[in-house]
């Protein structure tokens, strides 16, 4: 059985500005993106529903006929909670890869978090919030963390981000990155993310299997989905039918990343079996 000593022989460190760069939320140095009544002023924009109104700079406003903000940042130590879904659809096809690959994304941002002196906490969620580790520093703490990842074991199989957003939220400390990591088969979640990144900065991290997109002609197989253990017998080699799934699963990505968008998160795409670290180079060097 993996232990954390194992994880942190094989894992290579990402520290989380890897990633925002990678998702097109750039920072330098500790410095938060986040808006907030800070000390340092950091420019004008528009006016976008859900600003606070107390931000409203009254003199742009009436020169541009058009409501306008101040915004500011601030510094502060960084606060990251790593949310996992530890859900039964991590071992889709049966191999465990997407897990496996979860595990080492979430491990390496952990490592990294700690080369930089960040806080780091840990989320598990399934249809509720099953676990949270509290943000703090230090070796002592990267190993608690890398053992309740390693040792979990959700009380449930099924994934509701809705609820487990709704639990977490009112759990973190003030401007706080929170990282999700999950296939996100889940039911409609949009209205917990947009409370969410209110008051936080939040990034997905999509862990998907190739084949979970595209079927396979195998045949006659039988399908059991992971979470609510229903079973049937399909055939693979019907071109109807794989259109049809490839379709389903084009949906869902779309919807997914209109969800994303709405809420301002940006949304990172990582293959099962894919290096997290090699996959941010790949992004940064396409931008």
Known sequence: METAADLIARVRPVPLMALLQAGGT??????SPLVGQGIEFAGIRAYVPGDDVRTIDWKVTARRAAPYVREYTEDREMNLYIAIDCSASGGF???GQKDRTIIDAAAALVLGAESCGDRVGLCLFSDRMESLVPARRGRRHVAVLLSALLARLPFSGRTDLQTALGALTPSLPPLSTVLIISD????PFTEALKVLGKKHRVVLLRV???????LPDLG???LEDAESGEQMIVDTSDPALRRRFSEAAAGHARTLALAAGECRAPLIPLTAGDDLRETL???RGRR
Do not use: K
Request: glycine content about 12%.
């Open 208 to 214: 998907t299997d190739p084949h979970e997109e595209t």
């Open 220 to 222: 006659l197989i039988s």
């Open 93 to 95: 096809a049966g191999a």
């Open 281 to 283: 180079m790949q992004e």
């Open 26 to 31: 750039f920072a330098g140095g500790h410095r």
């Open 184 to 187: 996100f088969v889940t039911p």
